[in-house]
């Protein structure tokens, strides 16, 4: 059990999301694949929200310098330009010492290719309904290429 902040600096117990199916995205606003990736999410969510799947988005500036708006910025822009309509969280640290609580389980659970650091903006990893890490996905991966209804028990 993972409490987070929200983008309004509340915090939110990730319990409430027991029993659902989760895609956790550390994501950019000025990243190269910031496009790509917003606008299949975008796409995803609607496509699978009513079946119990959720996109947890932790907006984060470790990569680039690629986040440097506050939240509030951040949150109009996905809204505004993308249409996200999935919660979009506190900044976060998924890397490093003062990485999130939540981005350490994650790791932890599936590494990477390159081992367990985070290497870039847009890394996915989804969480089943009992709240294990199921898979993970590189930057790149397209979001409407993940297999979503397969996470389920």
Same mark, same amino acid.
């Given at each position: 059990?993972?409490?987070?902040? !929200?983008?309004?600096?509340?915090?939110? !117990?990730?319990?409430?999301?027991?029993? %659902?199916v989760l895609l956790i995205v550390n994501v950019a606003s000025q990243c190269g694949l910031t496009n790509s990736n917003y606008t299949e999410l975008s796409q995803l969510y609607p496509k699978y929200k009513d079946q119990g799947f959720e996109i947890l988005a932790f907006p984060c500036n470790q990569f680039g310098g690629?986040?440097?708006g506050t939240n509030d910025e951040i949150v109009q822009?996905?809204?505004?330009?993308? %249409?996200a309509?999935?919660?979009?969280?506190?900044k976060v640290d998924v890397n490093g010492n003062n990485v999130s609580p939540l981005y350490k389980f994650l790791?932890?659970?599936k590494g990477g290719l390159f081992?367990?650091?985070?290497?870039?903006n847009f890394s996915k990893f989804l969480v089943d309904k009992e709240g294990r890490v199921v898979d993970r996905y590189a930057p790149t991966t397209?979001?409407?290429?993940i297999e979503v209804t397969n996470s389920a028990p």
């Open positions: 059990d993972f409490t987070v902040k !929200d983008a309004s600096g509340k915090d939110v !117990d990730l319990s409430v999301y027991k029993g %659902k690629q986040e440097p822009f996905a809204c505004t330009r993308f %249409k309509e999935y919660p979009i969280f506190d790791k932890s659970s081992g367990d650091s985070i290497k870039w397209s979001p409407l290429s």
